[in-house]
């Protein structure tokens, strides 16, 4: 595991591997920077929701690959978390992660909810034509407190140099179109757009994992 020290203030954050112990603060982290960078908290009708379906299952089935961003006092204050595979990682979220949440979502008709609901049983939404070339996926979020400061670029050549390593050469990721910021990061780090066919909604960048 590589260890990276950075600098905020006057401690010395490190990038470290994902532990078990990190659950909570990833799902923290979530739910506080899904709106474009902004919290969602109290928005839907368990905040946890939207961890399990953008924080859990990486974590939980692809732990080797994440990198969480330490405040160097042993609290995550960002990560970066993904998949090497997207096709297997679909296929283990149907075996794996969606009967590992039994019922908990069986009785939840809050209509806040559907959306995400919707996106938590389809995990073949995932899967594009389009995608096929950039077998790797990633999501990248990091609280107010640890941005500005060239974290979010050490997470993700961090990520890159370890999908490389693992002899995986193109990533890709989803954003939404209205999150200029992000884009502008992406486009510094030298993601380039995905072309999808008209009326696909969304927007997908990639880039070659070799830095």
Same mark, same amino acid.
């Given at each position: 595991?590589?260890?990276?020290?950075?600098?905020?203030?006057?401690?010395?954050?490190?990038?470290?591997?994902?532990?078990?112990?990190?659950?909570?603060?990833?799902?923290?982290?979530?739910?506080?920077?899904?709106?474009?960078?902004?919290?969602?908290?109290?928005?839907?009708?368990? %905040?946890?929701?939207?961890? =399990?379906?953008?924080?859990? /299952?990486?974590?939980? *089935?692809? +732990? &080797?690959?994440?990198?969480?961003?330490?405040?160097?006092?042993?609290?995550?204050?960002?990560?970066?978390?993904?998949?090497?595979?997207?096709?297997?990682?679909?296929?283990?979220?149907?075996?794996?992660?969606?009967?590992?949440?039994?019922?908990?979502?069986?009785?939840?008709?809050?209509?806040? %909810?559907?959306?995400?609901? =919707?996106?938590?049983?389809? /995990?073949?939404?995932? *899967?594009? +034509? &389009?995608?096929?070339?950039?077998?790797?996926?990633?999501?990248?979020?990091?609280?107010?407190?640890?941005?500005?400061?060239?974290?979010?670029?050490?997470?993700?050549?961090?990520?890159?140099?370890?999908?490389?390593?693992?002899?995986?050469?193109?990533?890709?990721?989803?954003?939404?179109?209205?999150?200029?910021?992000?884009?502008?990061?992406?486009?510094?780090?030298?993601?380039?757009?995905?072309?999808?066919?008209?009326?696909?909604?969304?927007?997908?960048?990639?880039?070659?994992?070799?830095?």
């Amino acid at each position: 595991m590589v260890i990276t020290p950075l600098r905020i203030a006057s401690v010395e954050p490190i990038i470290r591997g994902y532990r078990p112990s990190d659950l909570d603060a990833v799902y923290d982290i979530c739910i506080r920077t899904a709106d474009a960078g902004n919290d969602l908290r109290g928005r839907f009708g368990d %905040d946890r929701l939207i961890g =399990d379906v953008y924080a859990g /299952p990486y974590v939980t *089935l692809e +732990p &080797e690959v994440a990198r969480i961003l330490d405040d160097g006092n042993g609290r995550a204050i960002g990560y970066i978390i993904g998949t090497v595979n997207t096709p297997q990682f679909v296929r283990r979220y149907e075996r794996e992660w969606l009967p590992s949440l039994g019922d908990r979502y069986a009785g939840d008709d809050d209509p806040r %909810d559907q959306n995400l609901l =919707d996106q938590l049983r389809r /995990p073949q939404r995932m *899967l594009m +034509p &389009e995608l096929d070339a950039y077998p790797a996926h990633l999501h990248i979020d990091l609280l107010p407190e640890a941005r500005g400061h060239g974290e979010g670029r050490a997470l993700m050549t961090s990520f890159l140099r370890g999908l490389h390593a693992a002899g995986v050469d193109r990533v890709h990721l989803s954003m939404a179109p209205t999150n200029t910021g992000a884009r502008a990061f992406y486009d510094r780090l030298g993601f380039t757009e995905i072309a999808l066919p008209p009326g696909r909604v969304g927007l997908y960048l990639g880039r070659e994992t070799k830095i």
